[in-house]
């Protein structure tokens, strides 16, 4: 991979110069949080509203976040890309502790991380896995403490699956990386909002564009019987877009990728933010 242009408590440089400490407490503690960000032709999508759920996500933790300055150097790695698409991941982890402890000192300085890559937003169809959700039960906050979405997708690697849906008792939540919408009977289902599942951008700004176009739209508790007899499903985040799921390998059912109201949608979508 080329040289990745980073940023680590405010210094720009190359990120195989940043040097962190093992005493961070994103490495024993995963006491951190995280954005993503995209960008296509050089304009952040959606920028205000990650800057946002970062500073939820960060007055939940009680980590106090210099956003402006956050701001900033989202902004400048974006300018500092080699390519007009891609992303920024940014990281704010509580900071340093002198030796390993739970509990930590209120005095430590918080340490920020970020770095930026070309990426191209395209279209990717899914093969999926339905697994049951493991994951903490603190959802809703953008935190590296991901164990649990790493061990159910890598699990779905080995059925050479791309992604997870995840359930609680037969309860749908969300994938392993994104959101899940899926088309029942003519209306656009996705799980409502809960601790259980991240607000996740792109599922906003798609539930925007859906309500706009006047299709009908349930957001609610949804089970896998549900998901079964959808006729179309698919998967948001920052960087899939809106991803058409093709099989889900553990569940009877027939998906179309080419199924009217989710070819409305992504239309919509795509036409808004990648055109």
Known sequence: ???????????????????????SRAYTFSDSIYEVVPFYNSKAIAFDMHIKRLLRSSNELSIALDIEQVSKEITQLISSCSSENGYVYYQVTRGQDIIRAHIYSKLMDIETFGYVLPFSFKTKTLKVMICEDIRWGRCDIKSTSLLGNVMQMNSAQKQDCDEVIMHKENILTEAGASNLFFVKNGTVCTPGLSKN??????????IKEIKKMNIPLIEGNFDLTDL???????????????????????????????EP???KCKEAFDYKFFS
């Open 228 to 258: 079964s007899n959808a006729s179309s499903a698919w998967l948001s985040s920052s960087t899939k877009g809106l991803a058409p799921i093709t099989e889900i390998v553990n569940l009877e059912n027939i998906l179309d990728t080419q």
């Open 197 to 206: 599942i991240l607000p996740g951008i792109t599922r906003a700004l798609l």
């Open 1 to 23: 991979m080329d040289q990745i242009e980073g940023v680590f408590n405010g210094s720009f440089e190359l990120v195989e110069n940043i040097k962190i400490s093992p005493f």
């Open 261 to 263: 109201i989710y070819l």
